[in-house]
């Protein structure tokens, strides 16, 4: 029996591989489900080369399956996760927080997913004028409440 993952499993496994190249990257602070996890492979750092020369990635359905084949491929980054948020937050100046409702996909660190997923409390709670000081924090899952 293998043991649980330590990051969300993928929201629809049927769908991993089938979502396009480009994405936002970063940012939100909050997520809703992850697509897949992603390794991109760089032929200029030893990848081999099966796009032109162009950078290209492999899709998997578990960050366990992503992470052994980035250790095991040359030319790989440590994989990143392909994440679906309905709504984030956006900070357009430093402090400053715009509550956006849009949805869209972005890559993401796997780091970021111990950020809390969003509920339908979270955004309006992060942005009440009685929210803690340490609320961003809170968010980068670095404080509690």
């Known amino acids: 029996m293998s043991s649980p993952s330590r990051y969300p499993a993928v929201l629809d496994a049927s769908q991993v591989g089938e979502y396009p190249a480009s994405a ?10 992850v697509l897949e996890y992603r ?11 099966l796009d032109g020369g162009n950078d290209y990635f492999f899709a ?7 992470f052994e084949f980035s250790q095991v491929t040359k030319g790989a980054e440590e994989p990143l996760a392909l994440i679906l948020q309905e709504e984030h937050i ?3 100046e430093p ?3 715009v509550h956006v409702k849009e ?7 796997v780091e970021f997913l111990s950020r809390p997923r969003r ?7 992060f942005l009440s004028p009685d929210a803690p000081p340490n609320r961003l924090d809170i968010l980068r899952g670095i404080a509690r409440q």
């Open 39 to 49: 390794v991109w492979c760089h032929p200029e750092r030893g990848a081999k080369r």
């Open 24 to 33: 936002k990257s970063g940012g939100g602070y909050v997520w809703d489900a």
């Open 60 to 66: 998997f359905a578990s960050y366990e399956e992503a």
């Open 95 to 97: 402090g400053k927080f």
């Open 103 to 109: 949805r869209r996909v972005t890559e993401w660190p």
């Open 90 to 92: 956006n900070e357009p």
């Open 119 to 125: 509920t339908a409390n979270a955004i309006p709670d």
